[in-house]
């Protein structure tokens, strides 16, 4: 590939080469009508599609290509408003993104614009499209239209229809070394070394959620929460394990907000196991939750005392039971039972 000289002017930490590629595409007019920006939560994907969006409208002539951030275009893309730049995701309270949402978009999308610039459909999380959108969407990507850019950001790519994989640009967002997040924290966000060393290890590869870890203390706190909430899980006395699932689902009925929460929780579960797994085989620099080693220490202490060792195969198997209960949440089980379940399997 031949040498880019656009200076990258998107906020975007490692993943280089989407940068390059997208910058490329543009100075070439050689936009795709569909886009998959694949890769885990808070890796980039989010902002390379706003950047992108906003490169596409931009009005500037001193810049061409990248979005220069000052026109009237670039403005209203930043405040959410410009009317050519069209953006929906699963509403919080619903299992998928419904036909009638799609459908809607596609309508918006249909409309002419009146600048003749492009328009952009951003669906965010298209992996929770359900099996009647997900054929609305492939109807339009069939039809594709001049200037008309769709872009799907997904964390697993596996869940999407080949149809719509086939007909799309596909971009892969690579976890980020934890020494060029470490840099980020500190030259970008005013974090000092031990915060950095910390949350660049926590975010594991995903530069957003370094972020995320150091500005917004709420969600630092409620981490803490849940790490702290494994430590209880483990304990010997099953009652002890029962109360800690209720503390952390408290009243909550069964529902899709609740199994969205259990399934966060049990992914920080399966980490922290990971983790006491790495310690055991001498692994510890890779172990992510480094600025938890006490609660590590707890919770390794907790796997002691009833078989006497913490070992291997009761980690394994420990990370099994984590497995089956967030698959049984995926079966529609109530959370609450899936995880009083794997309780009592331990
Ligand atoms: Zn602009």
Redesign the pocket.
Known sequence: MEKMKVKLNWPLVGNRHIFEFLAKSLSNKNVSGSYIFAGPANIGKNTAAHYFA?SLV???SNQPAL?????Q??QEAIKGTHSDIYLIKKETDKKNISVDQIRGFIRSLGLSSFLNSYKIGIIRGADSLSEGAANALLKTLEESKVKVVIILTVADIEVLPKTIISRSQILRFQPVESDTIYDDLIKNHGASRSQAKNFSRLAAGRPALAVKFLEDNEYCEDYKAKVQSFIDFLSPDLNQRFKAIEKILGERVHNQESANLAGKIIDIWQNLARDLMLEDLGLADLVQHQAFDKELAAMKNKLNQPAGQAGLKSLLSLINILKQAKEHIGFNVSPKLALEKAAVSL
């Open positions: 906003r931009c009005e500037s979005s220069c951030g000052a026109c275009a670039c």
